[in-house]
């Protein structure tokens, strides 16, 4: 059975900034450079010579992979649609989904090798039929890029020559988790694509660390002997998503256990905290005047949680919401907030909002209240 994982982020992740170590580095990861991340936090948790522009072997090809997965998200095209295998995609080396030109394929078919196994062959052919061109994907991986602040020059839409810092390939990677089409076959270790003869190609996936570490769903991994071996790599536990890139290990082995160093780093200093969930009763029962009801819950519109160091304090809770409500109310607007505080400082606020709308009384359904109070108590 094809097992379907979309990861999108569902919390919003605050960090409270976190104290320095000095030289001292708090874990212990002997590759050339890499980079801790938390989507939605501009600066890494962790990182080595993070910005230094290294060779990435295939995770150059990131990008690329990226900005089809981008519009697949965005229904710029169907799973279903036929494409057409150009002479220039089939004669793309490296990982191949092993096209034949004019071989007609289905778009989805060709993401799954984009995905699993960076196949040039098939991420050439999703661009010039996505996009009408290579030249035209070229332009848009440029987009892309400069959406995530990643400030390099590709010469074609695999990257060939391009160098990337760890960091840029954790901007690449946060962007990455984002996307239901990326995340739903970065994942998967094992799968097949089906060319139109009824011939089958198999994928394997080189991210090992998806059946060894727990809670990890990809995303990319690139490994050259001259260049060393490198990867993106994303965790979910609890709601919490991390990103790690390492670049230029000397084996295999050598790049998965520096990910994992990071990974266990980051869920030994991090919890998170849950504040809040979308729809969810903050105050029940909070008092309202001049209504068709006495009292409304109080609810939130988001999902928001605090991402704290495990040597924090306690995050205290206040309202700031007037102790009695006046109709009329109404659900989409906010009636106050709930202020959330770390150390006497304030760190998030949630507004607050009426479950659902209050009616102001009118003068004649008042006195109707009023006398229907009365026969109550008289009767």
């Known amino acids: 059975m094809r097992r379907f994982l979309s990861v999108l982020l569902t919390v919003f992740i605050l960090l409270v900034p976190l ?8 874990v212990s990861v002997n590759v050339p450079a890499y980079c801790l991340a938390l989507p939605g936090r501009e600066e ?15 995770l150059r090809k990131l990008p690329a992979v990226l900005t089809l997965c981008r519009a697949f998200d965005r229904g710029l095209v169907a799973e279903s649609a036929g494409m057409q295998v150009s002479p220039r995609a089939a004669s793309i080396s490296g990982p191949t989904a092993f096209l034949e030109a004019g071989e007609r394929i289905e778009a989805g078919e060709l993401l799954k090798a984009a995905v699993m196994i960076s196949a040039g062959d098939a991420i050439v052919t999703l661009g010039e039929n996505v996009f009408g061109s290579e030249s035209v994907f070229l332009n848009n991986i440029t987009v892309t890029l400069k959406e995530l602040g990643v400030d390099r020059v590709l010469t074609d839409c695999l990257g060939t020559g391009t160098a990337f810092s760890a960091r840029d390939l954790c ?8 996307s239901e089409h990326f995340c739903r076959w970065s994942g998967q270790y094992m799968e097949h694509i089906v060319h139109a003869g009824g011939r089958e190609t198999e994928l394997v996936n080189a991210n090992r660390m998806i059946r060894s570490y727990s809670g990890c769903f990809g995303l990319m991994t690139g490994s050259q002997k001259e260049e060393g071996y490198s990867g993106v ?9 991390y990103v790690a890139a390492v670049v230029g290990a000397r084996t295999s082995e050598e790049r998965f256990a520096a990910a994992g160093s990071l990974f266990d780093y980051a869920f030994a200093a ?16 909070w008092p309202v005047l001049c209504g068709d009801r006495d009292a409304v819950d109080l609810v939130a519109h988001e999902d928001a949680s605090l991402l704290l160091s495990k040597q924090a304090g306690k995050v205290e809770r206040r309202l700031d919401v007037p102790e009695q409500l006046t109709a009329p109310l109404y659900a989409e607007e906010s009636v106050g907030a709930a202020v959330f505080t770390l150390g006497g400082e304030e760190v998030f606020t949630i507004a607050l909002y009426p479950a659902a709308d209050v009616i102001s009384h009118s003068l004649t359904d008042l006195f109707r209240r009023i006398g229907a109070d009365y026969l109550r108590q008289t009767g």
């Open 19 to 26: 104290g320095t170590w000095g030289d001292e580095d708090p």
């Open 44 to 58: 890494p948790l962790l990182d080595k010579k993070g910005t230094e522009a290294k060779a990435v072997a295939g």
């Open 171 to 178: 901007a690449l990677g946060a962007a990455a988790v984002k």
């Open 233 to 241: 790599f994303a965790v979910k536990r609890q709601e919490v998503v």
């Open 270 to 285: 991090f919890q998170p905290v849950r504040l809040s969930g979308a729809g969810e009763v903050v105050m029940p029962d």
